[in-house]
């Protein structure tokens, strides 16, 4: 069983940026491709970015490709979403998910294995 924790939301003007953190028990960290998901009001869950387990593969939606930036530490057993030049668009409440295999930075929600609770990003325009 894997529990992961997302911290760093809140309330940032447009144009603002945000850095969002994911901290991960219960198995090998460094074993699990990780993935940063979101859901606007209103909206189906959409995937954000995705990396592979050793950190060396990335993945990113179109419309936030250049803007935010996914890294990890597993040291820290932690995963992390930077995220600049923040837009109205990207309210939403944020997951982390993490999977049961190393390769594979996935856009599909349905290959993740396990989710965090979310963490409200809010941007004021």
């Known amino acids: 069983q894997v529990q992961l924790v997302e911290s760093g939301g809140g309330l940032v003007p447009a144009g603002g940026s945000l850095r969002l953190s994911c901290a991960a028990s219960g198995r090998s960290f460094s074993t699990s491709a990780m993935g940063w998901f979101r859901r606007a009001p209103g909206k189906e869950r959409e995937f954000v970015a995705a990396?592979?387990?050793?950190?060396?593969?990335?993945n990113y939606a179109a419309s936030v490709k250049g803007r935010f930036t996914i890294s990890r530490d597993n040291a820290k057993n932690t995963v992390y979403l930077q995220m600049n030049s923040l837009e109205s668009e990207d309210t939403a409440v944020y997951y982390c998910a993490a999977r049961n295999i190393r390769s594979g930075a996935s856009a599909i929600p349905t290959a993740y294995d396990y989710w965090g609770q979310g963490t409200q990003v809010t941007v004021s325009s």
């Open positions: 990396i592979n387990g050793s950190g060396t593969t990335t």
